[in-house]
């Protein structure tokens, strides 16, 4: 019972601190910011380092900071060693890679690189300075790379409590950043859980950087400047691949009906085109970061098209899309389409429908966005 709580109240003080990241970067922003490439290292690393494991059996007696072992590069390489079995290395994996993330779009990729290098180096001076010479408050037991993000995490809640400008009368965001100095101190006086006090380390530490690089640090300069691919723009870079839906879909018709004889039913465009006004239909349908512009089709009366681009940060990060549709269904509570951007590509339904209070809805590509104007 005693592990079961000290894993429950590991596990909630670092999802404060994920939603405190969240908050601190703004989760409306995420799909405009670049891919963090530091980030993505990282994990790259932290995974080849469950490999290494897999594959060699004395990398652990290699690389952890076992103290009886000699060793100046063990407090490093131990970070990038995993001994909390299956879940453990997964959770470890996940929250590294998340609050990597996070911290690299705040701080910048050399900062959150500096601060989780202090976040592997730091602890063990501190708790020798403050005569905790055991070992017993490093979080990691001689592998794993928790206790270096759970102090890189206390580092974006810090930020988040100095935060100034439009969030700083935001009394919600001030409660979430705390709680995780005060969360931390109690699991280490109550459970000696040395997440805790890594926590507290990383949050002064974060508290410091921010107040003095405050006229220096540019958190929103990705925002500000665009790059040419952004978390939100891989997906309609790999969307620009023509005829790969026509040939999934081909396949799993094929296996569905040899090896369960089912026959999957088709979706394609009514015969005759039944009649549709398509005038509430028209106009701009806007998103964080996307707009979509739908006009009367060029190819029957009935029809429409469907112009798919970025937009704000988005703008110019990937060439509009275009898709063409015609009607399937037309009914009280929607109006199905069938839309596709070549003759190669498969069919796809794009449904409009409208709310009880009467605002119009497009939903295209598993997203429902709603009417911003008309064109």
């Given at each position: 019972m005693g592990g079961l709580l000290f894993n429950v109240t590991t596990a909630v003080l670092m999802v404060l601190m994920f939603n405190g990241g969240l908050a601190l970067i703004g989760q409306g922003t995420l799909g405009r910011r670049r891919i963090p490439w530091a980030a993505v290292g990282l994990t790259a690393l932290a995974l080849a380092g469950v490999v290494t494991q897999l594959c060699w059996s004395g990398a652990m007696a290699a690389f952890d900071s076992d103290p009886s072992r000699s060793g100046w590069w063990r407090v490093v390489t131990s970070v990038f060693m995993q001994n909390g079995g299956f879940l453990g290395a997964a959770w470890n994996l996940a929250t590294l890679a998340v609050i990597a993330a996070f911290a690299e779009w705040f701080w910048g990729a050399p900062l959150m690189l500096g601060l989780l290098a202090a976040g592997i180096l730091l602890?063990?001076?501190?708790?020798?300075?403050f005569g905790q010479t055991s070992g017993s408050t490093d979080p990691r037991n001689f592998a794993g790379s928790s206790g270096s993000t759970y102090f890189l995490a206390a580092t974006l809640a810090a930020a988040l409590l100095l935060r100034g400008g439009d969030h700083r009368e935001?009394?919600?965001?001030?409660?979430?950043?705390?709680?995780?100095?005060?969360?931390?101190l109690a699991v280490w006086f109550a459970q000696s859980n040395a997440h805790g006090l890594v926590t507290v380390y990383?949050?002064?530490?974060?508290?410091?950087?921010?107040?003095?690089?405050r006229h220096v640090l540019r958190p929103d300069r990705d925002l500000q400047r665009p790059p040419r691919t952004t978390m939100a723009s891989l997906a309609a870079i790999v969307g620009k691949r023509h005829g790969q839906a026509d040939r999934h879909e081909a396949l799993c018709r094929e296996l569905s009906a040899e090896l369960a004889g089912v026959t999957m039913p088709g979706f394609a465009p009514a015969e005759g085109h039944p009649p549709v006004d398509t005038e509430p239909f028209t106009g701009t349908y806007k998103r964080e970061?996307?707009?979509?512009?739908?006009?009367?089709?060029?190819?029957?009366?009935?029809?429409?098209q469907l112009r798919y681009e970025g937009a704000e940060g988005l703008k110019g990060t990937f060439d509009p899309l275009v898709w063409h549709l015609s009607p399937v269904s037309d009914t009280p509570s929607k109006t199905v389409f069938a839309g596709r951007r070549n003759e190669k590509d498969a069919w796809i339904p794009v449904v409009f429908y409208a709310l009880a209070d009467g605002s119009r809805y497009v939903h295209f590509g598993v997203r429902a966005t709603a009417k911003s104007g008309r064109t």
């Open positions: 602890p063990q001076h501190i708790d020798s300075l935001n009394p919600k965001e001030k409660l979430l950043a705390l709680s995780a100095p005060v969360l931390g990383g949050f002064v530490l974060g508290a410091l950087v921010r107040a003095l690089g970061g996307f707009l979509m512009t739908i006009t009367d089709g060029p190819a029957a009366e009935g029809t429409l």
